[in-house]
Every structure is written in C-alpha cells, then in structure tokens.
T-cell receptor, first 113, second 115 residues
Framework: GNSVTQMEGPVTLSEEAFLTINCTYT??????LFWYVQYPGEGLQLLLK?????DKGSNKGFEATYRKETTSFHLEKGSVQVSDSAVYFC????????????FGTGTRLKVLA | DGGITQSPKYLFRKEGQNVTLSCEQN?????MYWYRQDPGQGLRLIYY???????QKGDIAEGYSVSREKKESFPLTVTSAQKNPTAFYLC??????????????FGQGTRLTVV
C-alpha cells in the first residue's frame, strides 16, 4: 500500500542554520504531496504542497520539490528561526481508490537561539 | 470564519465508559476523517467518510464508531472495547475525491485521558 517515510528526529539546529528534513513516499499513480506543521497541543496546519512532478511548493521560507524519479519531497529552509520549532509531517493524498491522506511519523525540530 | 471545531479540548474517561468526541466543519467539505496521534507514531487513520451517510474503516477502527448523518458533523465514539484510548484525536476535512490536489484541514484536537 501507499506509505510515507520521513527522517526521525529530533533535529536540533542553531538559529540561522540550514534545514533539511527528508521525506520519501511509495504510491501508485501520481499522489499529491504535502508538508504540515504542528505546534504543541494544536492541530496540523498546511505548510506547503505540490500536486505534480517537478512542482515546487513554498511558504514562509520553506520549500520542497516533488521529485518523481526519486519519490521524494524533502523540506528545506535556508535560515531557521526559534519560532520554527515544531513537529513537521510529510503526507500524500491518494488520487484514486479511497482518496485517503497518509502521513509520515513526524520530525521534531528544535531551534536554539 | 470557516474551519473545523473539535470539542471538548480535554476529555477524561473512566475505564468502561463510552465517550463521544465532536467534530463540526463549516467549510462545505464532503470528506471528513478521524486520526489518532500517539507519541512517535504519527497520525493513524481511524475512520473516514467521503459523503453523508457513508463511512469506511481506517487502519485502527477497532473499539471506535462513527456516524455521518449531516455533512457538517462527524462524531467519533470511543467505546469501552478500545483497550488503550488515551491519545490525541484529530479530526480533518477536505473537498473530497472530486478535488485532486487539495489539502486536508484539521481541527485543534481533543486530548482523551482514561482515569
């Protein structure tokens, strides 16, 4: 079945460091891909998305490119801030069958001042 | 403002009791979902509904039940058959299977604790 694998955390960085969180997926067809962010005690918020190969999603300095050849959707940010500390989830949505959303296990990011 | 409202935010249940978690959306979305979140395990799908009066089991449906009598509402009942119900429960909605590439919108969650 379809699945999402993302790097385990926690990831600890100093402020202004470069961030990469790896995400790979397994899916039939051409899923849409998403990154969500979760702050403590809250629900998930959409960070960015991409719906087809080579699309780049971007928001608030975060970027991710839909790479069909490597089945990846890695999240990057050039300079992290303390306020970016949160849990990040990679997800895909199926484009046929059950049309479910499937999530990775999440990666906790901690940014130190 | 459009969105998804989950209530209550915190819920305490005695062992052997059933409890119902509320989820209401005013986004006019066809599809709704319930996820369970445990530390280190990400989100696991409990039930989902693509249309009113229809729903399907997700990956961990045992011990849970749902109904979808109205488009706006998708309540989740945690029954006494659920052996380990303490978790953070998240409700989500989306436009549904006719809208490719659209994201799921999430509520703020309900934290259920068995005492």
């Amino acid at each position: 079945g379809n699945s999402v694998t993302q790097m385990e955390g926690p990831v600890t960085l100093s402020e202004e460091a470069f961030l990469t969180i790896n995400c790979t997926y397994t899916a039939t067809g051409y899923p849409s891909l998403f990154w969500y962010v979760q702050y403590p005690g809250e629900g998930l918020q959409l960070l960015l998305k991409a719906t087809k190969a080579d699309d780049k999603g971007s928001n608030k300095g975060f970027e991710a490119t839909y790479r069909k050849e490597t089945t990846s959707f890695h999240l990057e940010k050039g300079s992290v801030q303390v306020s970016d500390s949160a849990v990040y989830f990679c997800a895909l949505s199926e484009r046929s069958g059950t049309y479910k959303y499937i999530f990775g296990t999440g990666t906790r990011l901690k940014v130190l001042a | 403002d459009g969105g998804i409202t989950q209530s209550p935010k915190y819920l305490f249940r005695k062992e052997g009791q059933n409890v119902t978690l509320s989820c209401e959306q005013n986004l006019n979305h066809d599809a709704m979902y319930w996820y369970r979140q445990d530390p280190g395990q990400g989100l696991r799908l409990i039930y989902y509904s693509q249309i009113v009066n229809d729903f399907q089991k997700g990956d961990i449906a045992e011990g849970y039940s749902v109904s979808r009598e109205k488009k706006e509402s998708f309540p989740l009942t945690v029954t006494s058959a659920q052996k380990n119900p303490t978790a953070f429960y998240l409700c989500a909605s989306s436009l549904g299977q006719g809208a490719r590439g659209t994201e799921a919108f999430f509520g703020q969650g309900t934290r259920l604790t068995v005492v």
